[in-house]
């Protein structure tokens, strides 16, 4: 109570910052780092909004290289796991040869049946491609894919990539904490495509801090109501999306929140948009949405549109990483 109305009193008055025991800020602090850390850890979002998932508790821990599975003149490549709050996680690791720490990307790959699902599948031509060129790049399976542990949710609700993108932010916690000295923590990117594109922007609106710099390739919709509808069918036997949530129509407020189109003005990340005009899986009209949603909130995005490509590039594969290559370095810069 006394720290209390000496405080007050600073407001009425000027030049009282001495009234002020020194050690107030610091109790603050330690006040506020206490609260985080009584916060709830969480496995599954129990509030399927990205308000929400922007307030979680995240931890990130464990980091284990487990084996080298490739080994060349230009990196190596190992299998990794990490703890996302608690639940173990799989992946893979390229760390480059040669004097480091190089930056960090985090990739987020596209939606894969996880029965026929490999460590690592998804993205292994930019992989490779981004550890020739002097990143580290961190490519996290997600929960329930390869040797991660299944999702413990049980509630049959489409949840828009929240858990994933838990999982890829929580890669970004983990490497932080295991401290290799050859990686760079301090200088992070992502890379998602397709549904990894929607798991990329919801870590980029709901903790705009984590990354310096992102690639979006032929991403999903911002409005988590038209990947829903795009591909219910693929939703599992018993869904209860609908019985839950409603339609966007009947009930808009609930699709809001699950959407990171809600929280677009947040993004604080430089942001490259690719899409190609043949692509049959994501319209090419969603990544125009987005461009045209960014640039309205001042946001830095740049649009690439490649004629005649589909979802996964070919004849103009190479100047998309030369591109993205160009952006991550620049904004990666030390």
């Given at each position: ?12 008055l000027t030049g009282c ?151 890829s932010m929580n890669a ?163």
């Amino acid at each position: 109570m006394r720290i209390q109305l000496m405080l007050l009193g600073c407001i009425a008055l000027t030049g009282c910052k001495a009234l002020v025991p020194p050690n107030v800020a610091s109790d603050q602090a330690m006040e506020a780092s206490t609260f985080a850390s009584e916060i709830a850890i969480e496995q599954v979002p129990s509030v399927l909004s990205i308000d929400h998932l922007s307030s979680m508790r995240l931890v990130g821990s464990d980091f284990v290289l487990e084996n080298t599975l490739d080994d060349n003149d230009a990196y190596a490549r190992h299998a990794i796991s990490y703890r996302s709050n608690g639940l173990k996680i799989s992946g893979i690791l390229n760390i480059p040869k040669g004097k480091g720490p190089f930056p960090l990307l985090i990739f987020n790959h596209g939606y894969i049946d996880p029965t026929v699902y490999t460590r690592g599948r998804g993205l292994k031509r930019e992989q490779d491609y981004m550890a020739r060129h002097g990143f580290a790049v961190l490519h996290t399976d997600y929960r329930g894919h390869r040797e991660s542990d299944p999702s413990p949710d049980t509630r049959e609700i489409y949840d828009a990539g929240f858990e994933y993108a838990m999982d890829s932010m929580n890669a970004i916690y983990a490497i932080r904490a295991a401290a290799l000295p050859t990686i760079d923590t301090k200088r992070i990117g992502m890379l998602g495509h397709s549904l990894g594109g929607g798991v990329t922007l919801n870590v980029l609106t709901s903790h705009p801090e984590l990354v310096s710099a992102a690639v979006l390739y032929a991403p999903v919709h911002s409005d988590a109501w038209e990947n829903f509808v795009r591909w219910r069918k693929e939703r599992p036997e018993g869904d209860r999306t609908v019985a839950a949530l409603g339609t966007r129509e009947g009930n808009p407020s609930a699709w809001d929140s699950l959407s990171s189109l809600s929280r677009l003005r947040e993004i604080k990340t430089p942001v490259l948009l690719f899409h190609g005009t043949n692509d049959k899986d994501v319209p090419i009209a969603w990544s125009e949405f987005l461009h045209e949603k960014l640039t309205s909130f001042g946001k830095k995005s740049t649009y690439v549109v490649y004629e005649g490509e589909g979802h996964e590039y070919a004849g103009q594969w190479q100047d998309f990483m030369r591109t993205s290559g160009k952006f991550l370095s620049v904004h990666l810069a030390q």
